[in-house]
């Protein structure tokens, strides 16, 4: 069983703060903090350049990504490290639309997240030939895979409302219809259960700085299926992809499976700071994140509802249909979520009117859940909220 008040005491949250924005950005991992600290003055400081070898720098994207393939169900050797989330969906589109070139159609769903879309909209107006983003309501998902869908891009839990996908069954049916599949698990990695292996999808990708707590700018990470590993060719083809980038050929040629999927030079900081990060995944099984998630989630649900019929639940209520965060509607809600963080609850707002709240098993636990109701509670019954600076919008929400 997996110890949860261990892991808490490992990240440092300062006194007094409900955290509930682990979903957006995870928290400082206390041996994060060492270890880049170490990475700097101990490698980059004394080995310098020496440090690609002797430290180990250059195998970390593919040492690293097989920490993160366990906790995605993901087979040894399937998954990279490297580049920003938005890249890495443009490598691995690209990559699926050359391995299916009879079909002209990506799809998508108007929940996934704006980047996901553009990127898409942005590659097939570099390819032109017919190539086309058909976007459609997530209900809808599963009837519009037909045969003229190439590949569908979907990302599993909504950044908004917390829905969740289902993985296998359109996965199944993606593939029935002979469609590839890429699954963006931004908000899924470390929150839910996944079985990227056993649900046989073609590739994903994701981000570390959320739920895995890798800190702002943690580079992404991509899976591709062995089956395709020898085959796909991974569109950014950057020196790092190639078969043998110090050889210096003028003709590229891609690595060995998943090593082609890099592009270049690794974020070596971000990289310690992961790792040190996924230490503390070590200390954890999936499955048991699941459950304390759920139990989290509901209680946070039940809570919320019987103490502030204003807000309206934007989440699924079936613990299957949901990810890790749980979010509510109200028109003020930018408002309200500023009189929170103002009351050490942190949470964020989405437009145009959804408090989103993550639930992170690692570092928040039912006590901290009860006294987030209690002072959502206090703020909604007071109208505290209903004041000019709460509702100046920052730059970032
Ligand atoms: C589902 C999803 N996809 C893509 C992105 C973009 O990620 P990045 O900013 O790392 O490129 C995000 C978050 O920003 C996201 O939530
Ligand atoms: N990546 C972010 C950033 O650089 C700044 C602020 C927020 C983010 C986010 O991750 C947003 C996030 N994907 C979301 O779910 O809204």
Redesign the pocket.
């Known amino acids: 069983m997996t110890d949860f008040a261990a892991t808490r005491a490992l990240f440092q949250i300062p006194d007094g703060m409900i955290y509930l924005d682990g979903?957006?950005?995870g928290p400082l991992p206390r041996a994060a903090a060492d270890r880049v600290a170490r990475t700097v003055t101990e490698e980059w400081g004394r080995m310098l350049i020496t440090g690609w070898n002797r430290a180990g720098w250059m195998d970390m994207p593919a040492r690293i990504g097989d920490r993160v393939a366990r906790l995605i169900g993901a087979q040894p050797g399937t998954v990279v490290m490297g580049d920003t989330l938005s890249i890495k969906v443009y490598q691995a589109l690209a990559s699926a639309l050359e391995m299916n070139p009879a079909r002209r159609v990506i799809l998508s769903d108007t929940g996934n997240?704006p980047s996901d879309l553009y990127i898409a909209d942005g590659l097939v107006r570099t390819l032109g030939q017919g190539y086309a983003l058909r976007t459609v309501a997530p209900e809808a998902v599963e009837d519009a895979i037909d045969d003229t869908v190439a590949v569908t891009l979907i990302t599993e839990v909504d950044?908004r409302t917390g829905r969740r996908h289902d993985m296998r069954r359109i996965t199944e049916k993606a593939h029935a219809a002979g469609a590839l599949t890429i699954w963006d698990l931004?908000?899924s990695a470390g929150a839910v259960d996944l079985d990227l292996a056993g649900c046989n999808v073609d590739f994903a990708v994701g981000?570390t700085?959320?739920y895995l707590n890798a800190g702002?700018?943690g580079p992404a990470f991509i899976h591709v299926a062995p089956r395709h590993a020898e085959t796909a060719r991974p569109a950014l083809s950057g020196w790092l992809g190639h078969e043998s980038p110090f050889a210096f050929d003028l003709d590229y040629r891609p690595g060995r499976g998943i090593e082609r999927m890099r592009v270049g030079t690794p974020p070596i900081l971000q990289l310690a700071a992961l790792d040190a990060a996924l230490d503390i995944w070590d200390m954890v099984e999936m499955r048991d994140v699941r459950a304390r998630s759920i139990d989290l989630t509901e209680a946070f649900i039940a809570g919320v509802e019987a103490a502030c019929p204003g807000l309206t639940l934007a989440t699924p209520r079936d613990p299957a249909r949901r990810g890790s965060q749980v979010s509510f509607r109200h028109p003020e809600g930018y408002a309200i979520m500023q009189a929170l963080i103002a009351r050490g609850v942190i949470g964020?707002f989405?437009a145009p009117d959804i408090l989103r709240f993550g639930l992170t098993p690692l570092f928040i636990g039912m006590e901290e859940v009860a006294r987030a109701v209690d002072i959502l509670a206090e703020v909604m019954a007071t109208a505290a909220w209903d004041r000019p600076e709460y509702r100046t919008r920052a730059r970032?929400t």
Request: charged residues 20%; contains cysteine.
């Open positions: 979903n957006s950005l997240f950044y931004a908000h981000c700085y959320k702002p700018g964020d989405r970032v």
